[in-house]
């Protein structure tokens, strides 16, 4: 989808959800959110926890991809941005960010896929075509499908800085417009690979090992699970009054705890256990 419609689709969607969440003649203080698809999840369960405890406070949580949370916190569209990838040098010169905690980027396939193991090297000639066929890297004799997110997503993003190394993903690769859309091409295809957030992962896909690591809580806080990315809150400069208040909070041990009750690692505190 063209980034300018993108762009304007969330904004009339803003638009229409503070029209649906905010009565009128009754004073809230409000707070407009949009960004990863992947912080989503969490985002949403951070706003729904504060609201329960500041009554006062209506937050509006959008998903839309990274590029389009960086876009629009600069451009003072949203109160707080969301970004699954760290911002540019130059970025950081025009907005403030928090990285709330860190995930992991799991490489999913399906469940009757007999591979449970690739180095990244493997990965990253899966995904640029140099390897095409599940047997040359211990599986079934079937070609592979790779599966990738659209442009602008923090996730691709990502994924390329870790992994490709600069090269290219093959072009016939089959693109999703979100983190769950990538999980559920892999559920219904034995031979789908595709990249999620360690956060969105659930028993219906298969989970890689990649060099022998599994991503996990403690691997990925500890550092041996390689494939991590910051989750992060975006502020057009210094966040005031009620924007504050709440980023303020996210970092408090209740707000941490939310976070590591998604399955993200949290910014603050000790690991012990993987989740």
Not at 70 to 99: A, C, F, H
Request: glycine residues 10%; aromatic residues 6%; hydrophobic residues 35%.
């Amino acid at each position: 989808m063209d980034s300018k419609l993108k762009l304007g689709i969330i904004i009339i969607i803003i638009i229409i959800g503070a029209y649906l969440l905010f009565k009128p003649g009754v004073q809230y203080d409000r707070i407009e959110i949009a960004g990863s698809t992947s912080v989503q999840p969490v985002a949403e369960k951070l706003a729904e926890e504060y609201m329960k405890e500041h009554p006062n406070v209506k937050i509006n949580v959008q998903g839309g991809g990274s590029g389009l949370g960086i876009r629009t916190t600069e451009q003072g569209i949203v109160d707080i941005g969301t970004s699954s990838k760290s911002l540019k040098s130059d970025e950081k010169d025009r907005i403030q960010e928090y990285v709330i905690g860190k995930d992991g980027i799991v490489i999913a396939v399906n469940l009757e896929n007999g591979v449970s193991d690739l180095s990244k090297e493997q990965i990253k000639n899966i995904y640029n075509g140099n390897i095409t066929n599940w047997k040359e890297v211990g599986g079934a004799d079937a070609e592979i499908h790779v599966v990738v997110r659209e442009s602008g997503s923090g996730t691709l993003s990502s994924f390329n800085s870790l992994v490709m190394n600069k090269t290219k993903i093959r072009s016939d690769a089959i693109v999703q417009g979100s983190t769950e859309g990538v999980k559920q091409a892999v559920k219904q295809d034995p031979y789908a690979i595709g990249f999620v957030s360690l956060s969105h992962m659930s028993s219906d896909v298969k989970a890689l090992e990649i060099d022998g690591i599994t991503p996990s809580e403690t691997t990925i806080s500890d550092g041996s699970y390689t494939l991590q990315v910051p989750f992060e809150f975006l502020t057009k400069g210094e966040p005031q009054g009620v924007n504050k208040e709440f980023i303020d909070w996210v970092f408090s041990p209740e707000g941490q705890s939310i976070i590591r009750s998604e399955n993200i690692v949290p910014a603050i505190g000790n690991v012990s256990d993987d989740v």
